[in-house]
């Protein structure tokens, strides 16, 4: 442009080079790579841990580390005594979770009963993580939020004499509602304010334990009594058992299908559930179309914590009967795990629940049955865990290409 | 700092494929030294992989590189630049909050005894570049606040100063005025003019032609042809698009009707408080097109997203038939019957993760078409896809393979389609073909024109003035968030490209006027140019 000045160019606003997508941030990337993995991952994950769990147990046999001992003598005689010792861990394990013809009660015949039970609170709370993983939040409060559960529905269920079915759905309604609030609560913190939800999940879980104990000792602890324990639930506040006396499968584990199901319909065929999917893969593609963000995070933490207040009820209602400190054990924790080897689908995660409801009912039977140590079970777990959390080891370990491959596009 | 050394870069057969997707196929190129070679293709077509792979960021999966001759194999950047060759990326590699000099050291520091960071010799570096080329460059300027034209030169000078022989300039253009895409090329003159070889790479053929000594074209991966810059511009886009495509829209004449959407004293502000929009006044006829020019973050992105209510901070009044939009949700607007192609579509516009057919009702997803009592009505979602993927030519297997599996072109049809789906009072396409096919744009180009002619009042807002040319029927220009003016459609490049700068329209015509340049446009000696 000869003979003509241009004047300054335009310093405000800070101009950003064209085209620029925002990318998602890095944590953000990797716990959606982490989630939404193939089934083949998590397939494989299980399959990775249980051979190295057991390494660890033929490793930590004394007839395997006597063996060892004399391995230039007689090397068959290591590698036999190996395969004897994982075989008896994992067959223990396997009829123990599932079938077992040779122990002498019912309950220990058919385990897979147990594994059912165990299963039951982990469905529900492993679905209050897939749920709100699907809209975008990584919750990790289902521990608080299954104590606040178990506090709404224990109050109801010790705390009133209402007539049979009545008194349950109260239970279950007020467990519902504990949870809501709780989960609830972060998600009004990052619609409205924008605190990381990881963050304010896991400052709840904290409160919520410390207010349990707090409960416990004071209104909620049972007379008479010096340890911090309710009072009984009463009768008519308990899930039925499904089989009778000799087993401890309640009608909870209907409530965890039925949840199942409800959520699978939220998410694949529901305008609510589409509204989730689309915030939590873009929220601003979600806001230019209309959708308001900040609504769906509370509504979606507001069922996630309903969910979680649920395993609290199935806890409570089902298997401890009295409400104590430890109402969530691991079960928290454990629903973020089964979550991520369900892949944030909801039958995913009812089978991911499976398995680890099948390692807790399996894992006595081996310590009893194989003396193996039941902290293997826990070393599996977590190594499933690192397995799943880090699939490009596992698809370099078995040479799966990765689905998507890096900037295709030039 | 001598740069007699020429060097010519030869690649044999590169050959780079993402699993099954072959990105660049047995691909020969021949940069001699001292030359200026552009590469042309489409987006997608595999130029930007191809640099990838001559700049050690990729390894290629077959061929082989030569420098004078001698096979190269580089295994990252640093290889690369070893051997001479420099890379101005896209999007640049900068740290905004530090300085040019900070800038240019970075990865090549040298410290002073105890660890000491030493500028001064990178300043020294900088200050006899800037003087050899005239960049102007002050060494302690803070990154972010240069001006983007300033902020690439940076990025030349850090190639320079690690001694580059061959320079790869990726896109250099797209981010610049029209004056700086001058001064860009005057630059590009010189260094060519001390030995330096420019690998410059584009999809705008009046750059190319105006700028290369030879030029290569790709398409899907295969160089299908070399040309001389004496080529005519339908001939490379026929080359580059592999049929024949028409480049000048045919439109019929503006037909205004009453000016129904009126924006009144807009400002919009940032949370500081400062104004990106700064008292915007104008309004859009029935049945024109008005395109809102300007370079990038001018204040553009900002007044679209008042309009939909997608903005904090807004003052002033926008009305769409008399009835106030400000202050309404954005699913108000959109049921207002405004139409809104976001300028990124990936971020904004669409779920990449979602079909095709789910992306197509993102915004209707709730109404009595796709769902019944909360349920979302499957048949008719799938019903609704496969009728628009056939009514607007998305290339596509299955209207259930996800968007993002889509080419930028089909992505944008899909975002046209969704749209255009709903009876519009008012419609607004940012960027409409950015990082588009040429085909495409053809095609989106018709279709917003198309709905100028059902009588939508329509705006248009695009960075790139050969697509404000060929669309507007009048043309609003944005500097600093404030309106410098609005001109006929048919204004001369020079007008637009002051006004772009920061002068008034009749500041602008009177500049022009003094120096002897045309106002407005002179169809006959314009070319055709896609956008």
Known sequence: ???????????????????????????????????????????????????????????????????????????????????????????????????????????????????????????????????????????????????????????????????????????????????????????????????????????????????????????????????????????????????????????????????????????????????????????????????????????????????????????????????????????????????????STPWGTFFAALLFGAFKAGGTSMAVNANVSIDIVLVVQSLIVLFIAAPPLVRSIFRIKAAKSEGARA | MKRVDLVKLELKGITKSFGALVANDHIDLVVESGEIHSLLGENGAGKSTLMNVLYGLYQPTAGEILIDDKPVKFSGPSDAMAAGIGMVHQHFMLVPVFTVAENVALGGESTTFGGVLDLEATRKKIRDISARYGFAVDPDALVEDLPVGVQQRVEIIKALVRNARILILDEPTAVLTPQETDELMDIMGQLKASGTSIVFISHKLREVKAVSDRITVIRRGKVVGTADPGASTTELAAMMVGRSVSLTLNKADAQPGEETFKVTNLIVSNDAGQRLVNDVTFSVAQGEILAVAGVQGNGQTELTEAVLGLHKHVQGSITLDGKQLLGLGVRQVLRAGVGFVPEDRQVDGLVESFSIAENLILDLYDKKEFSRGGTLNRAAIA?????????????????????????????????????????????????????????????????????????????????????????????????????????????????????????????????????????????????????
């Open chain 2, 383 to 531: 019903k609704n896809a496969e009728a628009k993927v056939a009514e607007f030519d998305v290339r596509t297997q299955s209207a259930q393979d996800h968007v993002g599996t889509l080419s930028g072109g089909n992505q944008q049809k899909v975002v046209l389609a969704r749209e255009l789906a709903r009876p519009l009072k008012l419609f607004i396409a940012s960027q409409p073909t950015r990082g588009v096919d040429v085909g495409s744009i053809e095609f989106l180009h018709k279709r917003i024109v198309a709905e100028r002619d059902v009588g939508t009042p329509v705006i248009i807002v695009s960075t790139e003035l050969d697509e404000v040319l060929e669309l507007a029927d009048r043309i609003a220009v944005l500097y600093a968030g404030k309106l410098m003016g609005i001109v006929p459609g048919k204004s001369s490049r020079e007008l637009l490209g002051l006004m772009m700068a920061g002068l008034t329209a009749d500041d602008a015509a009177a500049q022009l006027a003094a120096a002897g340049a045309p106002v407005v446009r002179d169809p006959s000696t314009e070319e055709g140019e896609p956008a």
């Open chain 1, 1 to 343: 442009m000869s003979g003509v000045q241009s004047p300054e160019p335009a310093t405000v606003p800070a101009p950003k080079p064209a085209g620029t997508a925002a990318p998602p941030s890095e944590g953000k990337r990797i716990v959606r790579e982490i989630m939404s993995g193939s089934a083949m991952v998590s397939v494989l994950a299980v399959v990775v841990a249980l051979v190295i769990g057991g390494l660890l147990i033929a490793v930590t046999d004394q007839r395997v580390v006597a063996a060892a001992g004399y391995f230039f003598a007689q090397p068959g005689d290591l590698f036999s005594a190996m395969w004897t010792a994982v075989s008896q861990a994992y067959g223990a394990l396997w009829r123990g979770a599932t079938y077992d013809p040779t122990a002498r009660t019912w309950l220990g015949q058919l385990g897979i009963f147990e594994t059912l039970t165990f299963a039951t609170p982990l469905i529900l709370s492993g679905l209050a993580v897939t749920l709100a993983f699907r809209a975008g939040l990584f919750n990790i409060g289902a521990k608080g939020q299954i104590i606040m559960g178990a506090v709404f529905a224990g109050a109801v269920g010790f705390g009133m004499d209402l007539p049979p079915v009545i008194h349950l759905l109260a239970v279950i309604i007020a467990g519902a509602i504990g949870g809501a609030i709780w989960g609830g609560i972060a998600g009004v913190l990052k619609a409205k304010t924008g605190a990381h939800e990881v963050i304010v999940t896991i400052m709840l879980n904290y409160i919520a334990a410390s207010l349990v104990l707090y409960l416990l000792k004071n209104q909620l602890k049972a007379p008479g009594s010096t340890n911090p324990i309710s009072p009984p639930m009463h009768e008519n506040a308990l899930f039925p058992l499904l089989l009778g006396p000799n087993f401890r499968l309640h009608a909870g584990f209907i409530l965890a299908v039925l949840a199942v199901v409800g959520v699978a319909w939220l998410l694949d065929r529901s305008t609510l559930g589409f509204e989730f999917r689309a915030i939590g893969a873009n929220p601003s593609a979600a806001q230019t179309a209309g959708m308001l963000v900040s609504r769906g995070y509370i509504l979606v933490m507001l069922i996630s914590g309903a969910l979680s207040g649920l395993a609290g009820v199935t806890q409570l209602s089902g298997t401890s009967k009295s409400l104590d400190a430890d109402i969530a054990g691991s079960i928290g924790f454990d629903a973020i795990t089964v979550a991520l080897l369900g892949r």
